[in-house]
């Protein structure tokens, strides 16, 4: 695990909308991680405020024994519970290849909200739209 600047975050699509401000007020509350291939970065029930972006690698999405979707570079994962009240996982997530994710604390996330609540709007924008879009 290790920590990441304003300009790692703007490798990603879906993090490259935020301004500079907003990306420097939380960057200290993401981390740059590694997986190798088969271990399980989020399980189904479990209870945990993390968002993730694939930097590299393949991730493969299930519920019980039903494949919902791979992911990939680009794609995220975990906004769902970052924005419940509950922080429920709703799938399991399991690397299928050595994979480098960014991984958002929700305090990251919710000093968003407060301190750039436009750039918040955009992200909950485009986490809308990726959900819409399966």
């Known amino acids: 695990m290790s920590s990441?600047?304003?300009?790692?975050?703007?490798?990603t699509a879906l993090l490259s909308q935020l301004d500079d401000s907003a990306l420097k007020d939380i960057a200290?509350?993401?981390?740059?991680?590694?997986?190798?291939?088969?271990?399980?970065?989020?399980?189904?029930?479990?209870?945990?405020?993390?968002?993730?972006?694939?930097?590299?690698?393949?991730l493969e999405v299930t519920t019980g024994s039903e494949l919902l979707r791979?992911?990939?570079?680009?794609?995220?994962f975990g906004e769902l519970a970052l924005m419940s009240d509950e922080g429920k996982r709703t799938a399991t997530v399991t690397a299928r290849d050595d994979v480098e994710v960014l991984a958002m604390l929700g305090t990251g996330f919710r000093?968003?909200?407060?301190e750039h609540p436009a750039a918040a709007r955009a992200l909950r924008a485009a986490i809308d739209e990726r959900l819409s879009t399966g």
């Open 28 to 58: 200290p509350f993401v981390t740059s991680e590694s997986y190798l291939s088969g271990r399980t970065l989020v399980r189904e029930g479990d209870v945990e405020y993390v968002f993730y972006v694939i930097r590299s690698g393949r």
């Open 4 to 11: 990441v600047t304003p300009d790692d975050l703007r490798i």
């Open 111 to 114: 000093r968003l909200q407060v």
């Open 70 to 76: 791979s992911l990939g570079p680009g794609d995220f």
